[in-house]
């Protein structure tokens, strides 16, 4: 059983910052890609930033510059740490990580945390 359990969410001012932690556990072989999604009300999820187990990321277009995302392989956690937060940020986030378990590779999905940005 892989669970992928988030924290560090929460209400923040525009212009504030917030850090999104997220682990995984259970019985892994190994983790390919983490990354970080989001909702917003009405919307569709969509991509905010992934990390490959080189180290490779790749951001969407309107967090560029904004957010960071790092990953330790040691604790099976990756984080984002978003600064310069913006209204239209405000959202449910959700973690993912493709999981090697048992030859196979699969993607699992946290329980999603939410982030609010508003005065």
């Known amino acids: 059983q892989v669970q992928l359990v988030e924290s560090g969410g929460g209400l923040v001012q525009p212009g504030g910052s917030l850090r999104l932690s997220c682990t995984v556990s259970?019985?892994?072989?190994?983790?390919?890609?983490m990354g970080w999604y989001r909702q917003a009300p009405g919307k569709e999820r969509e991509l905010v930033v992934t990390?490959?187990?080189?180290?490779?990321?790749n951001y969407a277009d309107s967090v560029k510059g904004r957010f960071t995302i790092s990953r330790d392989g040691a604790k099976n956690t990756v984080n984002l740490q978003m600064n310069s937060l913006k209204p239209e940020d405000t959202a449910v986030y959700y973690c993912?990580?493709?999981?090697?378990?048992?030859?196979?590779?699969?993607?699992?999905w946290g329980q999603g945390t939410q982030v609010t940005v508003s005065s």
């Open positions: 993912n990580a493709d999981v090697v378990l048992g030859g196979r590779s699969s993607t699992y």
């Open positions: 259970g019985s892994i072989f190994s983790i390919n890609a």
């Open positions: 990390i490959s187990n080189s180290g490779r990321t």
